[in-house]
């Protein structure tokens, strides 16, 4: 009887450590374009509450695909509301928790030629060997750019100049190495490069896309990943979002 109680008290134990464990951090799975925006908002919050955040950047799809497969995040930052209102369907979210965090917008970047007048000439000019974009497949952003291509009717014209990354953030790393001539990216990458310039830019319609509404969900009731989606909803969180280039 009392190896049992000893064996009892011990697995409690045990079990009280690992749930004490798991509450010192939250593990936040984020897309790829808000990586920056991200790890500004943490900083802060880490900074006024001592509490750790972990972030696990990749593509929305990819992302979607592990929470379905069981990976262990307290909460997902998509790039789109898609992903997140069918986790919501599958009841894999905490119920009430999806919400609207950041609106996205495109643009056609490039750092080696100048796009000022040209706009969708510059997709014919002989220079431009590579076209980046994310894979429209796994990513909002490729999406949004495959939109735009088909738009301009030039989307299988292009096939063969178009490298495609996993997610935006590796489509926008193409373009910055010179691997890429040319990309379509996130508003919010280009507003961190201090040597951006706006020639260098064309802001995309937002009526040539499907809108890139980005959305939250919280997936486990960690009081972290509670704490710093209260905080990204904050004034003070919505003025960081905001100061990278997203629309509220």
Avoid: C
């Amino acid at each position: 009887m009392m190896k049992f109680y000893s064996k009892f008290i011990f697995s409690v134990s045990l079990s009280l450590f690992a749930n004490n464990i798991l509450a010192q951090n939250a593990k936040i799975a984020i897309a790829s374009n808000f990586l920056s925006t991200a790890k500004v908002l943490v900083n802060e919050f880490t900074q006024k509450t001592q509490q750790k955040i972990v972030l696990i950047v990749g593509s929305t799809g990819k992302h979607y695909a592990q929470i379905m497969y069981g990976a262990p995040f307290d909460a997902f930052f998509a790039a789109d509301s898609l992903r997140p209102e069918l986790l919501q369907k599958k009841h894999k979210i905490i119920e009430g928790s999806r919400f609207t965090y950041a609106s996205g917008k495109l643009v056609l970047w490039s750092p080696k030629y100048q796009l000022a007048g040209l706009k969708d000439k510059i997709f014919f000019d002989n220079r431009i060997k590579f076209l980046a974009i994310a894979n429209p497949k796994l990513a909002p952003y490729g999406r949004a750019a495959k939109d735009v291509l088909k738009r301009l009717k030039i989307y299988s014209k292009l096939h063969r100049k178009m490298v495609k990354g996993e997610n935006v953030g590796q489509a926008f790393q193409f373009v910055k190495s010179g691997h890429a001539d040319l990309g379509l990216v996130a508003w919010s990458q280009i507003m961190q490069l201090k040597t951006a310039s706006k020639n260098n830019i064309w802001v995309l319609p937002e009526s040539w896309y499907h809108p890139i509404t980005q959305q939250a969900v919280l997936l486990k009731n960690n009081p972290i990943a509670i704490n710093f989606i209260a905080f990204v909803k904050s004034e003070a969180g919505k003025r960081i979002i905001k100061r990278f280039g997203y629309a509220d």
